[in-house]
């Protein structure tokens, strides 16, 4: 403690990297790396007085963590990757299928961005856009057809399946239909899509129990061994398929522009073997389908939740697109007020709650509390730290009424820095664009022909607006946030 000048802050026996203990109880451990980090927000800074604190813990061994919401400290470790690399520990969950841009570092993340980065491209995003598009109107035409009401029992249960058949298609190249992929094909226990679910949500597995103990655990745990082996057998397939294709025609989705860009790294020596392929593969398929479907659920339990700010919202639809057409990819800019829902959603639930960092080097920072006092705070090399972007996202002195649902705070000049869902400098997420795209898409074509409203629950009839909305945003944690249970229902406009 005192090589951070006693910086107030969590005194505990475990850190919150401690997977086995990620519940928050005092003297113990932080429970960071949980719900609790989402719904202490700002609060924890403000008991500590500053907008960085501290955590020091005993074991596994002594170490000592800084945690930012300081905007303009948030900017500096972003934007310096070699003073501050990503600690790889809470990165090995990641490792499931093969190394992978997002669990590597140093010279092997800059060998992996260089393969991968070409992929996101404007094409690509055209496709996700087009993609997109199809996909919702399959849901309006062929799923809930001429039906004025439709009622789903969780927001995830409508948002996972879109965002899945959009990974699918523009990640992958392979459509997948609202009625179809029902049944596992020749070769494999479950769907691409079950196993794919199944993998992601139960991630945590593959960290605490090894393989042989997966395979004889618990029904859950046999469950994920299985899809685990049947992605693994989907992500070989594509590969060999691609590869063996005779004719390789022109394709803007992610796999076949990552195979194509690999294969031209053939005399280099660079080129990525087929695990190296598979660890990509995979983290496209969950960071780009969790953290979207994840994200849009929220989006619209808020929207159900503030109907007057869902009507703006509406209004501004019916302005940008007056005849009711549905907007086209090059449109896209100018539906500015879908991104200030997406915004203001990932402002209050950001799908990755901490980002963690690590010192490479002894240094200080200096910080500013509410009365203006400067403190400086000694950085010893090998110190963490990590950005808690729920406190970032909260913190008062950049965010007006933050507890509030306000899409249109994001339609002016807003604070940029204090705003970091999608992590910032050299390693922010590079597929931010394609998370944009398919979350533009989906918010306008829905809210122009739907109203979201909550679902009727008159064992709930007395509860106040707090305590509703509490309920239905509570969330849980797998690789990123989400609502437990939140049924919406949509009403044809
Ligand atoms: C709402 C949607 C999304 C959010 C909030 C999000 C957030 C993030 C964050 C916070 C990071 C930094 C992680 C860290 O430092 O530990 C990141 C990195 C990354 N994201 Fe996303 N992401 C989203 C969607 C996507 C999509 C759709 C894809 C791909 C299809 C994607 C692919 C990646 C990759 C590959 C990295 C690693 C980049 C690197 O380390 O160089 N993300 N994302």
Redesign the pocket.
Known sequence: AQSVNNLPGFRTLFSDRFVWFPYRVKGISPGLQSEVNLYRKHKDFEEAGWDIMSGVNVFPSSEVTLYLADPVVVKEVAGARSRFP?PMGPYKILLAFGPN??ASEGDE?KRQ?KL?APAFSERNNRLVWDETVHIMHDLFDNVWGNRDVVEVSNATELTVPITLMV?SVA?FGRRISWNEDAIAPAGHQMTFKNALDLVSHNLFLQLLFPKWMLRWGTPLMRRFAVAQDDLQRYMQEMITARRDADIKEERHD?FSSLLDANEGLAESGEKLSDTGLMGNVF??MV??YE??AH?LAYALILLALYPTEQEKFYQSIKKVLADGRTPTYDEFSTLTYSMAVFNET?RLF???IT??KQSAEDTSFTTTNAAGEKRTIPVPKGTFVTVHTPGLHNNPKYWEDPDTFKPDRFLRDYPRDAFL???GGP??????G??ETE?IAVLTLLIARYRVELAHEPQFAAESFEQRKARLLRSKLSVTLYPTRAPLVFKRR
């Open positions: 990503k841009l997002v993340w961005r991968v990974i990640g992610l983290i496209f960071a780009g953290s979207s994200t990932l950001p799908p990755a980002i963690p869902p999608f992590s390693r922010g997420c590079i597929g931010r394609f998370s979350s």
